[in-house]
């Protein structure tokens, strides 16, 4: 069809056609736009997501709480002497994702371990206080971290991450 | 049908396919070489543009879907927040929305094309029948779409709507508690509404292809009403049908878009901004303007049983429409009694249409009553009887033979058909609107608007001083619930920063909790908090108002309006005038009498305004010169501030307002020159076929 009578205008002809399909095309392609946005968090989501505080005094040495920031569950261990001592005792080149425990924690609050609690295998929830480091220990398939949140054995490839906090006083974070 | 496809793909891997799936033979052969009559008008392309609808509308249905709530508690806000709160959503629900009235629009002409030109006749029975049943899919699922937002005119819809099957004789009760899984319309009616509503689409995508396949075994109807014999007669789909499609596709979108970027509650009724309240039944309950005719109908019968058996057999006597025209000559274009008559019934539907919207009492009775007689007569007297007297001009040879015989000089009647089509749809559309019209109350004055036309913005300063406003007299009484502290530093708001949402949130107290200890407490608001209500509930509420529910605001300017009258409403279309609910709110609150006029009977606890219907309204007059002090220098009088804050509660009620006309000016431009491209394309393509 296209070619029956192209000899007589060939340039305008093209254009035309060219022209009417880009057109098409852009129009196209900027309704995906929306279609596919919509499907991102909305506005009161990101609103929930905000900064939290929690009080840290209700927590004894060796507790630690479960809280939730985002959807994500985030554990705040009050660690004792020994565990604050086994976090650091381990040379860090031998360890699968090397981090110091210091750079995990806040100077001057180095009791208080702050992780996302979900485990970088798969995203079950480690149980606190469990497994052979004393830290935790995934029950889906078998990953466990120490008490620094760092993985040690297991299918897990990386640490717990450590969560955006900052301390407001002595007793008070504010996580995110 | 031009049989087994000749198609063979060169690729090496789709002809390995091909040979196990002929799917690309059957699409070649189905929309490529697809023999089409060359004959077609623009009439024609209104099944093109219903497919698109379909689309349309079960992809922007699906991804609702993934945002609304179908509970009785939930579902009302949870469209408000898809409105508010998700990327594009109140994008998707006006295309929904506005999308669901459009494809009613093209079903109606596409009928009408079939019945001018007797596109039902032998051998296309099965293919009208097929189109019947699609028809009646779409009452059903349009129906039970508007149910989903719960708002009042859903809610006593459902109500009604369903109550019509109680006039069944023995079961009608029992069909009913079927339908409603409850003693009333509630929770388990939505929960199925909601389930339907999402399964017929993809039950009329079926039949579709029913309709589709039956279409090109017996081929394309044309305006000639002769069959395609020869070669010279057709042309092929692609590209001639495809691009004339686009190109009438592309019109179309024109005018979707007015109503989804400009005009989005023009085709609503605003009481559905009203949440579902089983108590109270708004004062005109009209369906959408779609089902108008019909609900005439159905009105205009005296006895239920009978009501409801003529309107559902207004539909179904549709079905037998090849049986009832028996004329041999297809096309009412050489039928010049039939040609006058079917102008006639189209003039009977668009005033039963109208007359669905009217208060079902005096004049509009005796109306309804005649036209349903003719309705019905026109399909089981008039086509019988005409196919028997009547004396056809000669058919042309054949479709070749037509287009010779009218090249040049038909776009004429074309062009004001159109027009006379859009004028009836208009009438058609604006009838619901003049249902509430002389409700009582004296008709608010326009005012001027930032905020109205298509370049329309707020107004910051009248937002800021109007949201004081709020806080300091209407919050009172009134809540605020859908606007959270974080929409005032949102784009297209008042215009504070992210600091200043932040310390106004914090002026409020918020109930929080529970506790570690299971208690709830009290703290300092937040951006992601909503303005508290000033009552728990509403009978807390009622029981500090003399027995009256204050309204929550958030939607109150969509919420309220009065009927502009016939032919205001059609020239509201074109001006796009969408300001009755302010006009009206300005006027209600400056609207305010000491004294009644005489002979105005004043209840007890009531107090006279001129705007309110039935002018005695239980809020005492709000607002007084110098109540609220403005940091700006404004005017603090009473008109200042009904303006300052109904401008603010514009924004409440439609925060993307902004965004939505800058959008939509984007997309004109896109949609015209579009549409003129493929104009030109069309011509250039369309050149070789003369
Ligand atoms: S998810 Fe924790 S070990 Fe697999």
Redesign the interface.
């Given at each position: 069809m296209t070619t029956a009578s192209s000899a007589d205008h060939p340039t305008r002809r093209d254009f035309l056609y060219v022209a009417t399909g880009a057109v098409a095309a852009v129009g196209a392609a900027a309704t995906v736009w929306p279609l596919v946005s919509q499907m991102n968090p909305d506005a009161s989501t990101i609103a929930a997501g905000a900064p939290i505080e929690v009080d840290l005094t209700p927590i004894a040495e060796g507790q630690d709480i479960k809280v939730f920031w985002r959807g994500k569950p985030i554990y705040i261990s009050h660690r004792t002497k020994k565990q604050i001592e086994e976090a650091r005792k381990v040379p860090v080149a031998s360890l699968p994702d090397p981090q110091s425990d210091e750079s995990r924690v806040k100077a001057g609050h180095d009791q208080w371990l702050v992780v996302v609690g979900i485990c970088t295998h798969l995203g079950c929830i480690p149980i606190a206080h469990e497994g052979a480091y004393d830290g935790f220990f995934c029950p889906c398939h078998g990953s466990v971290y120490d008490t620094s949140g760092r993985i040690r054995q297991g299918p897990a490839p990386s640490n717990l991450p450590v969560p955006p906090y900052t301390f407001v006083s002595d007793t008070k974070i504010q996580i995110g | 049908m031009s049989g087994p496809s000749d198609f063979q793909p060169t690729n090496p891997a789709l002809k390995w396919i091909e040979r196990r799936l002929p799917i690309m033979g059957l699409m070649h052969s189905s929309f490529v070489a697809y023999p089409t009559p060359r004959n077609l008008n623009y009439w024609w392309t209104f099944g093109a543009i219903l497919s698109l609808m379909l689309g349309v509308q079960i992809?922007t249905g699906v991804?609702l879907a993934?945002?609304y709530t179908p509970h009785a508690d939930m579902a009302f806000k949870s469209v408000e927040?898809i409105v508010?709160?998700?990327?594009?959503?109140w994008?998707?629900r006006n295309v929904h929305a506005a999308g669901a009235s459009m494809f009613f629009f093209a079903v109606y002409i596409h009928m009408f094309r079939g019945l001018y030109y007797g596109s039902y006749k032998e051998p296309r029975e099965v293919l009208w029948i097929l189109g019947v049943i699609i028809y009646l899919l779409m009452m059903a699922t349009g129906f039970m779409g508007y149910v989903l937002p719960w708002g009042q005119m859903s809610f006593w819809g459902a109500t009604v709507i369903t109550n019509l099957f109680s006039a069944v004789p023995y079961f009608g009760e029992s069909i009913v508690t079927l339908l409603w899984g409850g003693y009333a319309v509630g929770n388990p009616t939505l929960n199925r509404f909601f389930s339907l509503h999402y399964l017929l689409p993809f039950v009329i995508a079926g039949v579709v292809v029913l309709h589709v396949w039956a279409l090109h075994v017996a081929g394309q109807n044309n305006p000639a009403g002769v069959e395609a014999k020869t070669e010279k007669d057709t042309v092929?789909f692609t590209?001639y049908a495809t691009i004339k499609d686009?190109f009438g596709v592309s019109c179309f979108l024109l005018f979707y878009a007015w109503f989804i970027f400009y005009m989005p509650n023009y085709l609503g009724d605003p009481e559905n901004y009203i949440p579902a309240n089983p108590a109270v039944t708004p004062a005109h309950i009209v369906p959408e303007w779609y089902y108008l005719p019909f609900y005439a109908i159905l009105r205009s019968i005296p006895n239920k049983l009978a009501g409801v058996v003529a309107m559902f057999g207004a539909i179904v006597v549709l079905a037998f429409l090849p049986w009832l025209d028996n004329a041999k000559t297809r096309s009412s274009k050489y039928r010049p009694l039939a040609k006058q008559f079917f102008w006639v019934f189209v003039a009977v539907c668009i005033g039963l249409g109208y007359l669905g919207a009217q208060p079902p009492e005096g004049i509009y009775v005796i109306v309804g009553r005649i036209l349903t007689v003719l309705y019905f007569a026109y399909f089981l007297i008039l086509l019988p009887l005409l196919s028997r007297i009547e004396k056809p001009r000669p058919v042309p040879n054949s479709i070749a033979d037509d287009v010779l015989a009218k090249s040049g000089g038909k776009a004429a009647p074309m062009v004001s058909s159109v027009i006379a089509l859009m004028v009836a749809a208009g009438l058609l559309f604006g009838g619901a609107d003049s249902a509430r019209a002389a409700e009582g109350g004296t008709k608010p004055p326009a005012q001027k608007w930032s905020f109205s036309g298509p370049f329309g913005t707020f107004d910051r300063g009248a937002m800021q001083r109007g949201l004081k406003v709020y806080k300091e007299v209407c919050a009172a009484c009134h809540g605020l619930s859908f606007v959270?502290f974080?929409n005032l530093a949102?784009a297209g708001g008042p215009g504070y920063s992210v600091a200043q949402a932040q310390a106004f949130a914090s002026d409020y107290k918020v109930k929080d909790g529970p506790n570690?200890q299971g208690e709830m407490f009290e703290r300092p608001g937040?951006?992601?908090d909503y303005f508290p209500s000033p009552f728990p509930n509403e009978q807390a509420a009622r029981a500090a108002n003399g027995g009256a529910f204050p309204p929550d605001l958030s939607l109150i300017t969509k919420a309220r309006s009065y009927g502009r009258g016939f032919p205001q409403f059609l020239i509201d279309f074109f001006t796009q005038y969408q300001e009755q609910g302010p006009d009206y709110i300005v006027a209600l609150l400056q609207g305010y009498e000491d004294k009644p006029p005489a002979g105005f009977n004043l209840p007890e606890g009531s107090f006279y305004n001129n705007y309110f219907p039935g002018h005695a309204i239980k809020m005492p007059k709000p607002l007084s010169d110098g109540q609220v002090t403005y940091d700006d220098g404004s005017p603090a009088t009473v008109a200042q501030y009904a303006k300052d804050v109904t401008t603010f509660l514009m924004w409440a009620a439609e925060p993307h307002m902004e965004a939505r006309k800058a959008l939509g000016m984007q997309v004109f431009v896109?949609?015209i020159?579009?549409t003129v491209?493929?104009y030109?394309?069309k011509k250039?393509?369309w050149?070789?076929a003369h």
């Open positions: - | 992809l991804i993934m945002h927040l508010r709160d998700v990327n594009y959503g994008l998707l092929p590209p686009m959270a974080r949102e570690d937040r951006p992601a896109f949609l020159l579009l491209l493929l030109f394309t250039k393509v050149a070789n």
